[in-house]
């Protein structure tokens, strides 16, 4: 990943800056664009969700992690007010994870289940005058059909037929807040409306869950276990901020 | 990574140079710049992450084992320019697996008599490309997460700020966990007593971004007290071993000569 060289002129130029938002765990991120600016996301380094990861691996006794194959691909989504961008990841579900010798938090000795989980590295180019939400989603737990289906094509949505999850619509991913509905808007499985954007003001006001096991929240951990910092999805986002009114041929 | 292309052109221009910073092991580095008429623009960094169990024995039998503090698998790289704060997160498995396969090595470190079971596992080198200009001398800092647990309460969503967002840098009652001391660009240090008790920052914009100075009950790198306390061993002379254990950082930079320009820093 590199710095594309126009927004790299227009830092040099005075008019635009540089910046980072690292940030994950919760569903939902917003990075924040001030009035009269813009903002160009040219990539973002992702570490995905392993719900399984530091769970103990005991063969002997049978206790070994159970997989959610959802947790195989997962998106990273940006939803501004002006499109929508779905980056599809590998979730790291495999077997290069061996069993390690870890004295848990409560220094009993016990094996468990640490796979390693690098980051991910993604090029962009998301322009938006707009805030933009941030969000980490699983596929659905939809099986393979073999019926008939429509080809997916370039939507402002995810392609229908990867993301559609019939009773377990409000797993994929965690709802916008959607002010005028006063409930939980799922933007994925919907045309884009213009509710599917963040509200227009008091954006962080507005709270999203975190289900980042589709449903089912992680036990909390104790005071002293951090086994669950390791286990969410991380993100730093890269992103040029432009200190002028967005031209009208870009949004 | 790649010299991004306006930097290079300023190079072979006579306007700048291309430099490297190797630094880790402490809790900060400073990256200098030689005097005032100058600037420069980080554009990425490998980061070598801290691994505070490398290394350490190893007895299946007698049930030595690493003891792992999960907080060190995301590990922070910080950079302090005076004028910003730039965050970058690492994933860094602790992956001592296998201690009857792959990954447990036999060796015999220097100044042992003998050859000893050791937690030899993969270290993941991980680099960030990143574009970060400076004027001021730049704080780069390592740190571990801290030891929250999850939360099922519905939180503030996270937003970008000039710290860390607050869900993942504090909370709760174990706010002291998160890093250590930070570089303040005008050399004033700024212990954490002095500052808050949050996340080692005393407000969100503050010029004077500094880190802990000392964190008695907090998760903190200690060059040496990792070798002897958290490996279930007594070992004083190894020093080696326990300088393998920690965190290094090389900075891609390019140092430019010319006045700073007010507009960009």
């Known amino acids: ?251 | 990574m790649t010299i991004p292309s306006y930097l290079e052109r300023l190079i072979h221009a006579g306007k700048a140079e291309a430099h490297i910073y190797s630094g880790g092991y402490s809790n900060q580095n400073i990256l200098a710049l030689p005097n005032d008429n100058c600037w420069g623009v980080i554009y990425g960094y490998w980061y070598k992450p801290y691994m505070p169990y490398f290394g350490a024995l190893v007895e299946p039998g007698s049930g030595l084992h690493p003891k792992i503090d999960f907080s060190s698998m995301v590990q922070w790289v910080q950079f302090t320019t005076g004028t910003k704060f730039w965050p970058f997160q690492h994933f860094c498995n602790q992956t001592y697996q296998n201690y009857d396969a792959d990954y447990y090595g036999v060796i015999r470190n220097v100044g042992e008599p003998e050859r000893k079971t050791r937690a030899i596992g993969n270290v993941d080198e991980q680099y960030r490309s990143c574009y970060i200009p400076f004027k001021y001398n730049v704080g780069i800092g390592f740190g571990v997460n801290n030891l929250i647990e999850l939360s099922t309460n519905n939180e503030t969503i996270p937003t970008n700020n000039l710290t860390t967002p607050n869900q993942l840098s504090a909370a709760g009652t174990t706010i002291d966990t998160v890093i250590d001391r930070f570089t303040d660009p005008f050399s004033t240090f700024v212990s954490i007593q002095q500052i808050s008790t949050y996340s080692g920052f005393r407000t969100q914009n503050d010029l004077y971004v500094s880190l802990r100075e000392n964190a008695a009950t907090g998760v903190y790198i200690q060059p040496t007290n990792y070798f002897t306390t958290d490996c279930a061993e007594t070992e004083t002379v190894n020093y080696t071993l326990g300088s393998a254990r920690m965190p290094y950082i090389t900075v891609n930079y390019v140092q430019i000569n010319t006045q700073p320009p007010k507009n960009i820093l």
Do not use: C
Not at chain 1, 41 to 61: Q, S, W
Not at chain 1, 168 to 190: E, H, K, T, V
């Open chain 1, 1 to 251: 990943m590199i710095i594309p060289n126009y927004l790299e002129q227009l830092i040099h130029s005075g008019k635009a800056k540089a910046k980072v938002l690292s940030t994950g765990l919760y569903m939902q991120s917003v990075l924040k664009v001030p009035a009269n600016s813009y903002v160009v996301i040219y990539g973002y380094y992702f570490r995905p969700y392993v719900p399984n990861y530091g769970d103990i691996y005991d063969t002997v006794a049978g206790t070994t992690p159970i997989f959610d194959a959802r947790q195989s691909v997962q998106y990273v989504l940006f939803k501004s007010n002006n499109d929508f961008y779905p980056f599809a990841h590998y979730g790291q579900l495999e077997s290069n994870g061996r069993a390690a010798s870890f004295s848990s938090p409560a220094g009993v000795n016990q094996v468990r289940f640490t796979p390693n989980v690098p980051h991910q590295e993604r090029s962009t180019y998301i322009v938006s005058n707009s805030d933009v939400g941030i969000a980490f989603s699983f596929i659905n737990q939809v099986g393979v059909a073999f019926s008939n289906a429509n080809i997916p094509i370039d939507t402002q949505t995810l392609p229908a037929q990867l993301q559609y999850g019939g009773e377990n619509i409000n797993i994929s991913a965690s709802g916008y807040f959607d002010p005028a509905l006063a409930s939980n808007f799922y933007p994925l499985n919907q045309p884009y409306s213009t509710y599917a954007g963040l509200p227009e003001a008091n954006q962080v006001t507005y709270q999203l869950w975190p289900r980042p096991t589709s449903g089912t929240i992680p036990n909390p951990g104790t005071a002293t276990d951090a086994f669950y910092n390791a286990k969410f999805p991380l993100i730093t986002v890269m992103y040029v901020q432009v200190n002028e009114q967005m031209p009208l041929n870009l949004q």
